[in-house]
């Protein structure tokens, strides 16, 4: 019997190798070996790793091999490639910043890693997680395929057979691509830099044979429009990769003496039970508690915010009590480094300065950023706005394309369900509309609400400019399938001067909260002239002035903005030889880190609304 439960377990790895395995989340609450550090690496434009000299997929089966080993055979070997150390790269990091020869490199390069391993004592299974890769990454481990991801932001793990591991010199290769295609989400047109390469953490995480892979913790919504219950209730599940039928899986949160345990019935087992009266999370008051979740022979902890949100009617209800976002849009990426921005340090960077701005909410786009942020944020109270780069003109016709975004919807969602500040999925930014769009985006929709309906879900919907009257509606028909309808306005900078706001107001058909999800003006820092100029930072503080008080004349269901953008970031198609040289500039802090004279006009109004709307 046992040798046909290791057999079946060996057949079971070997095949499994190839498919990505289902994310295993709270990834930092786990035993692991870290990756990170210099990988060797080769350049590799021409793809001459991944073809033969007729364009044909090498095949490992003919003895040619992709550049997954360098070790020559023996001296009559030919090799045309090969890894050493004075071909080194950073991970976690992007290519673009390490030298100045990737700034605009867009290929494949392959990285390697050699590493050391010493297995457990117990029966352990073996996992590479990476937690992000742009744009698509193929790994091998010791001349074996381990798997393929796409998707740049988005974390993804292999599971390794541990057959395939040895004590000394494990051959890491990840062939990384982030050549742009019309095909793939984002598409062609972006207006951010193509950062590539191995951007997030790498582990070889170490998980018993049974264990905990994923759960949802969270508060069940109460009937619309209630605040959560005086006791409030527990809805969720877990999930165990190889479930053992017959165990039982305990729930603690220590803080409120709270102990749960439910019978294993199958890899994925339901919770549901009351907790005593607690501190609810929000924005004031970001409390966290010690969750811990085990088994007989495993745990993770993590910790999570109690709190409900929804849209209801005109108003957003946090914890049954309607809330105004003062927020801000972020790219992930530290300006004065000119590299994307990953890890804790980077995170308080940016959220940093997004408190000082006075906000209690940021729209992380446009893509999902570093875990770190999430978790910051939940830490810090500040409301999160998560969203997938279904940017512009994605081929929305294709189903293929469609797969793409929700593989990635699903990996977002996944990885930060038990964060407390996320509030809002976002499913897109500025598609343009058409049926066969709106098609797309409401079944993105929909999935985000198959995954998580305790979030809002929104997307940057397109606005009908009237050219004759003075009231723009906001009557996208994706604006019937969203939670919170959400635009993008450009008034006085995109459309005429910023005196425009004087005489525009703005409506929707819908009878749903409304929100800015982008309005903004460029300036270089330090360039100072008449507020008429533009690229001026007085042009931009006319800008902020204008529009704050045309935002005094919202309609009843405005609730909050998050101007574009916090920093001026890097863009090729901002090229304004004096003014831009390839940085859009409408940061309220320049690329040093300087505030711009329209900060402060940002912030008098956000400190304002601060004092109205905080009951
Ligand atoms: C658009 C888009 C942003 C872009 C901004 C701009 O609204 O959503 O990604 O950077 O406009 O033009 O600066």
């Not at 875990?371 to 003109?393: C, F, K, N, Q």
């Amino acid at each position: 019997m046992k040798k046909l439960i290791l057999l079946l377990f060996i057949v079971t790895s070997l095949t499994r190798v190839y498919a990505q395995d289902s994310l295993i989340t709270n990834i930092g609450s786990r035993k692991a070996l870290s990756l990170n550090g210099s990988w060797q690496y080769i350049v590799d434009p021409y793809e001459t790793g991944f073809y033969d000299y007729r364009y044909h997929e090498l095949n490992e089966k003919n003895g040619d091999a992709y550049w997954n080993t360098d070790v020559p055979a023996n001296k009559t070997d030919k090799k045309e490639h090969g890894y050493i150390a004075k071909y080194t790269l950073q991970v976690p990091g992007d290519w673009n910043h390490q030298k100045p020869e990737f700034v605009y490199y867009e290929g494949t390069v392959w990285y390697k890693k050699s590493f050391d391993f010493h297995p457990a004592e117990s029966a352990t299974r073996y996992f590479l997680y990476f937690g992000a890769v742009n744009y698509r990454a193929d790994v091998y481990l010791n001349g074996k395929k381990m798997g393929m991801h796409k998707g740049g932001f988005t974390p993804f793990n292999f599971e390794v057979p541990v057959s395939l591991l040895k004590a000394t010199g494990n051959f890491l290769v990840v062939k990384v691509d982030n050549k742009r295609y019309a095909d793939e989400v984002p598409t062609l047109n972006t207006d951010w830099w193509n950062y590539g390469g191995i951007t997030r953490d790498v582990k070889l995480v170490e998980v018993p044979q049974s264990f905990i892979q994923d759960y949802v913790i969270q508060l069940k919504k109460p009937l619309p429009g209630k605040a959560p219950a005086a006791m409030p209730e527990v809805t969720g599940w877990i999930r165990l990769n190889q479930a053992q039928s017959g165990g039982n899986i305990t729930i603690t949160i220590p803080e409120l003496k709270l102990k749960k345990q439910v019978a294993v019935i199958g890899a994925i087992t339901p919770v549901s039970f009351k907790l005593p009266k607690l501190q609810l999370w929000s924005p004031e008051h970001p409390k966290l508690y010690q969750v811990i979740v085990a088994t007989s022979n495993d745990r993770v902890e993590d910790k999570i915010g109690f709190r409900t949100v929804e849209a209801y009617g005109k108003q957003v209800l946090l914890n049954g009590k309607p809330i105004f976002m003062r927020g801000i849009s972020i790219h992930g990426e530290i300006p004065q480094e000119v590299r994307r921005a990953v890890g804790p340090e980077d995170a308080k960077q940016l959220l940093g300065q997004a408190r000082e701005l006075g906000c209690n909410m940021v729209r992380l786009a446009h893509y999902p950023h570093d875990e770190a942020m999430t978790r910051l944020a939940d830490s810090l109270g500040i409301l999160v706005w998560s969203e997938i780069p279904v940017y512009w003109t994605i081929n929305f016709g294709s189903q293929e394309v469609l797969n793409k975004a929700k593989a990635q919807l699903k990996e977002m969602i996944t990885r930060d369900h038990n964060r407390a500040s996320i509030i809002i999925w976002s499913v897109g930014n500025e598609t343009p509309v058409s049926q066969t769009r709106t098609d797309f985006m409401h079944s993105l929709i929909t999935e985000a609400k198959r995954l998580d309906s305790t979030r809002m879900i929104s997307a940057a919907l397109e606005v009908n400019y009237s050219a004759l009257k003075d009231i723009n509606e906001v009557n996208d028909p994706l604006g019937q399938f969203v939670d919170l309808v959400a635009f993008n306005e450009y008034l006085g900078w995109y459309g005429g001067l910023p005196d425009k706001c004087r005489t525009t107001n703005w409506s929707t058909p819908y009878n749903k909260p409304l929100f800015i999800s982008e309005t903004g003006a460029g300036a270089k820092g330090g360039f100072h002239a008449d507020s008429l100029t533009r690229f001026s930072e007085e042009f931009q503080e006319w800008y902020y002035k204008e529009q704050i008080a045309m935002l005094k004349r919202m309609p009843v269901n405005f609730v909050g903005l998050s101007p574009w953008v916090l920093n001026d970031f890097r863009s090729p198609k901002r090229n304004n030889p004096i003014y831009q040289e390839g940085w859009n500039r409408k940061g309220l802090y320049d690329d040093k880190g300087n505030k711009k004279k329209a900060f402060y006009i940002m912030q008098a109004y956000y400190n304002e609304m601060k004092k109205k709307t905080i009951k």
